[in-house]
């Protein structure tokens, strides 16, 4: 992955590297219920150690803190872009946010501020959104930032000891909404 700009903020939000001392949050944030429930695959939560361990896995993933940019030591959640295809022209990308900075345009602000850094840094064609059918406020996210709702993959992914279908969004240059 490219180095992330030393300031990718909105007067808001801000985008940032991980740090050690963010972990707590991230642990805090991540473990919330409605986070298990649309983020994580596996039917058991995560432990602390488990997310310690990603941290320090290095990786082909860009992986963001997002922080309030008064208050850049507070996590309010997370953004990544993964599965980078140099040949293809394309990335996904996801997020979740933490329960104390809901409802606040969090995840709307983010995800514009790194959809059009990541069209610019990766020359990208296309980047793609992913969310389970059940998870209609990551849907309003994706939708408000204008991505297209292409379809559903029927049984797409095993999650939480059985089939989950998937409903995939794409944005295409020039379609990213202010």
Same mark, same amino acid.
Not at 20 to 49: K, N
Not at 127 to 143: I, M, Y
Not at 156 to 169: A, E, G, L, Q
């Given at each position: 992955?490219?180095?992330?700009?030393e300031?990718? @903020? =909105?007067?808001f939000?801000?985008?940032?590297p $991980?740090?050690?001392?963010?972990? /707590?949050? !991230?642990? %805090?944030?991540? @473990? =919330?219920e409605?986070?298990?429930?649309?983020? $994580?695959?596996r039917?058991?939560? /995560?432990? !602390?150690? %488990?997310?310690?361990?990603?941290?320090?896995?290095?990786g082909d993933?860009?992986?963001?803190?997002?922080?309030d940019?008064?208050?850049?030591?507070?996590i309010?959640g997370?953004?990544?872009?993964?599965?980078?295809?140099d040949?293809?022209?394309?990335?996904?990308?996801?997020?979740?946010?933490?329960?104390?900075?809901?409802?606040?345009?969090?995840?709307?602000?983010?995800?514009?501020?790194?959809?059009?850094?990541?069209?610019?840094?990766?020359?990208?064609?296309?980047?793609?959104?992913?969310?389970?059918?059940?998870?209609?406020?990551?849907?309003?996210?994706?939708?408000?930032?204008?991505f297209?709702?292409e379809?559903?993959?029927?049984?797409?992914?095993?999650?939480?000891?059985?089939?989950?279908?998937?409903?995939?969004?794409?944005?295409?240059?020039?379609?990213?909404?202010?």
């Amino acid at each position: 992955m490219r180095p992330l700009p030393e300031s990718l @903020a =909105d007067g808001f939000v801000l985008l940032r590297p $991980w740090r050690a001392g963010d972990l /707590p949050q !991230r642990y %805090e944030g991540f @473990a =919330d219920e409605l986070c298990q429930r649309h983020s $994580w695959p596996r039917v058991e939560p /995560p432990t !602390r150690a %488990e997310v310690d361990e990603a941290f320090a896995r290095p990786g082909d993933d860009l992986n963001l803190a997002i922080a309030d940019a008064a208050r850049p030591d507070r996590i309010w959640g997370a953004m990544s872009v993964y599965d980078l295809s140099d040949a293809q022209h394309r990335a996904a990308i996801g997020y979740w946010v933490a329960p104390w900075a809901r409802g606040r345009g969090v995840a709307t602000r983010s995800l514009r501020l790194l959809a059009g850094w990541t069209f610019a840094a990766f020359g990208l064609e296309r980047l793609e959104l992913t969310c389970g059918p059940d998870n209609p406020a990551s849907a309003r996210v994706a939708e408000r930032c204008g991505f297209t709702r292409e379809g559903v993959l029927r049984s797409h992914m095993v999650f939480k000891d059985s089939r989950r279908d998937t409903v995939v969004y794409s944005l295409l240059p020039g379609e990213l909404t202010a």
